[in-house]
């Protein structure tokens, strides 16, 4: 495939772009699944909570693209954490999927008032060991979240996977992630096709480039060397959303770029997001 791959610190190649199927209703997840799978994209990015599991896994059984060809991620959801939990959580995730499985398991939120982020992140390490992940990580932790995993447990994540768009740069969680051998994982990475596309200053850029304001931003993305995960139910934009391998933005699109961050959240902050704990 024409995706380039970043390997993550367990030697594990990972594409870094993906297809994310949030919001995506189960019965849609089969269509739009192997529409990305047709359309070039090796990588798919669910969670339990997304209730998709089971159309994601049905359009990867028929796509006839080889296992090993392809980088299934799935997440853990709040009200499973705990170790056995999680060991029980994990199993129906398996099975929801038609996997024996996945490349990478995440732990969803780290939930510091629940305080179960180091035993939960400890049955993960017994799934990675069992071979049935071929890498674990986490999602939307802070620094102090993975300083205190990194320091409590055996495995350094091979991926935090975060809210990060141009509008919101995460230049602190970055720098700790290249000290510690993390992959930045972008969700969002389109800030959701809200107000992000029509900067003007991105306006200009996609112009300049003949290219569309989301493959200015994804390929913002890919030269910033994170993965990123566009979800799209629209085929066009499914295909669009792949073709940013024939363009490169120059230093002075990166710099415009780089000015655009406002720290600004779409989503939940991950201090206080306890939902469904
Ligand atoms: P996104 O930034 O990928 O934006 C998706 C939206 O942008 C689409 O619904 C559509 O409205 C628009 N869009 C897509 N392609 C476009 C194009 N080419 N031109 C114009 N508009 C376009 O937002 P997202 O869906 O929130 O995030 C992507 C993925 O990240 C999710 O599907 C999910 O897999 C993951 N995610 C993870 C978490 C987490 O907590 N770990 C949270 C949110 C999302």
Redesign the pocket.
């Known amino acids: 495939s024409q995706v380039p791959s970043l390997t993550l610190n367990n030697g594990v190649d990972m594409p870094q772009l993906g297809f994310?199927?949030?919001?995506?209703p189960d019965s849609d997840a089969e269509k739009a699944v192997a529409t990305a799978i047709e359309s070039g994209y090796r990588s798919i990015?669910?969670?339990a909570i997304?209730g998709n599991e089971a159309g994601t896994g049905k359009a990867v059984a028929a796509s006839g693209v080889p296992r090993d060809e392809l980088f299934i991620t799935t997440?853990l959801w709040n009200s499973e954490q705990g170790y056995d939990k999680t060991l029980r959580a994990f199993d129906e995730s398996l099975d929801k999927l038609g996997l024996d499985h996945v490349d990478l398991y995440?732990i969803?939120?780290p939930l510091p008032a629940k305080d179960t982020y180091v035993d939960t992140y400890k049955a993960l390490e017994k799934i990675y060991a069992d071979g049935r992940a071929r890498a674990i990580g986490v999602?939307?932790f802070l620094p102090a979240h993975l300083e205190r995993l990194i320091a409590e447990t055996s495995v350094v994540p091979a991926v935090n996977?975060?809210?990060l768009?141009p509008q919101l740069q995460q230049a602190e969680l970055r720098a700790l992630h290249a000290q510690h051998g993390i992959v930045t994982e972008a969700?969002?990475?389109?800030?959701?096709?809200?107000g992000l596309?029509e900067i003007p200053t991105v306006v200009a850029i996609a112009r300049k480039h003949d290219r569309?304001?989301?493959?200015v931003v994804l390929r913002w993305h890919i030269q910033t060397g994170n993965v990123a995960?566009?979800?799209?139910?629209?085929p066009s934009?499914i295909v669009?959303?792949l073709d940013v391998f024939g363009f490169e933005l120059d230093p002075d699109d990166l710099a415009a770029l780089g000015v655009l961050d406002e720290g600004k959240r779409?989503?939940a902050d991950p201090a206080e997001f306890h939902y469904g704990a």
Request: glycine share 10%; hydrophobic share 35%.
């Open positions: 994310g199927v949030w919001q995506v990015d669910t969670a997304y997440k995440l969803h939120w999602s939307n996977q975060i809210e768009h969700w969002s990475p389109l800030g959701q096709g809200k596309l569309t304001p989301a493959q995960i566009p979800k799209s139910v629209t934009r669009e959303n779409l989503g």
